[in-house]
């Protein structure tokens, strides 16, 4: 083994991997991480030149893959404490923006500060209130500094779902042929 897998990465982050980038490596759910982590470094040992498909990892060979699994998980887990001071960023910004982004009204004394956290918090696209926070930002500032936050793969996919699914719900039937009102 010549390289470490960053601890990081779980054992559904590595299976995610896996699958997503069609590795030959046969596993099972009731497999720990260490099990799995075997596999892949004998997949390294045994495949020198191995190249992928079109993948939102936007890996193209071994190499980069190593790479990838050597550094820390681009998408990991955030502890409460991180995730609270997180939300509670996005809701200072939120409530900057309920009163018509007044500086005085806020807990913010310059607008340097409002910047910096939203830089921050952009990062972590994935939370709902991130995302609000970005949304009421670039409507009132978006022409000066536009913020967009980083959404995970996994998080763009399920929200298309959800917007797909809201989408059925709301079609609008047509039904033409005659009909008679009654005003009473």
Same mark, same amino acid.
């Given at each position: 083994?010549?390289? +470490?897998?960053?601890? @990081?990465?779980?054992?559904?982050?590595?299976?995610?991997?896996?699958? /997503?980038?069609?590795?030959?490596?046969?596993?099972?759910?009731?497999?720990?991480?260490? /099990?799995?982590?075997?596999?892949?470094?004998?997949?390294?040992?045994?495949?020198?030149?191995?190249?992928?498909?079109?993948?939102?990892?936007?890996?193209?060979?071994?190499?980069?893959?190593?790479?990838?699994?050597?550094?820390?998980?681009?998408?990991?887990?955030?502890?409460?404490? /991180?995730?609270?001071? !997180?939300?509670?960023? @996005?809701?200072?910004?939120?409530?900057?923006?309920?009163?018509?982004?007044?500086?005085?009204?806020?807990?913010?004394?310059? =607008? +340097? =500060?409002?910047?910096?956290?939203? %830089?921050?918090?952009?990062?972590?696209?994935?939370?709902?209130?991130?995302?609000?926070?970005? /949304?009421?930002?670039?409507?009132?500032?978006?022409? +000066?500094?536009? !913020?967009?936050?980083?959404? @995970?793969?996994?998080?763009?996919?399920?929200?298309?779902?959800?917007?797909? %699914?809201?989408?059925?719900? @709301? +079609?609008?039937?047509? =039904?033409?042929?005659?009909?008679?009102? =009654?005003?009473?």
């Amino acid at each position: 083994m010549s390289f +470490q897998i960053h601890k @990081s990465f779980t054992k559904n982050d590595l299976i995610d991997i896996c699958n /997503e980038l069609k590795l030959p490596i046969v596993y099972s759910k009731a497999e720990t991480k260490n /099990e799995i982590q075997v596999k892949i470094y004998d997949f390294f040992k045994h495949n020198m030149r191995y190249t992928f498909s079109p993948n939102h990892y936007k890996l193209d060979c071994l190499t980069d893959l190593r790479m990838y699994l050597t550094g820390e998980n681009p998408n990991k887990r955030l502890t409460s404490k /991180e995730k609270d001071k !997180i939300i509670f960023l @996005s809701k200072k910004i939120l409530h900057y923006a309920n009163n018509d982004y007044n500086l005085k009204c806020s807990d913010y004394k310059t =607008e +340097q =500060e409002i910047i910096d956290d939203m %830089y921050y918090i952009s990062k972590f696209g994935d939370i709902l209130s991130v995302r609000k926070a970005c /949304e009421v930002w670039n409507k009132y500032h978006g022409l +000066q500094t536009r !913020i967009i936050p980083y959404i @995970s793969h996994k998080k763009k996919i399920e929200l298309e779902k959800k917007r797909k %699914y809201k989408m059925k719900n @709301s +079609q609008l039937k047509v =039904e033409s042929g005659k009909f008679v009102l =009654e005003f009473n």
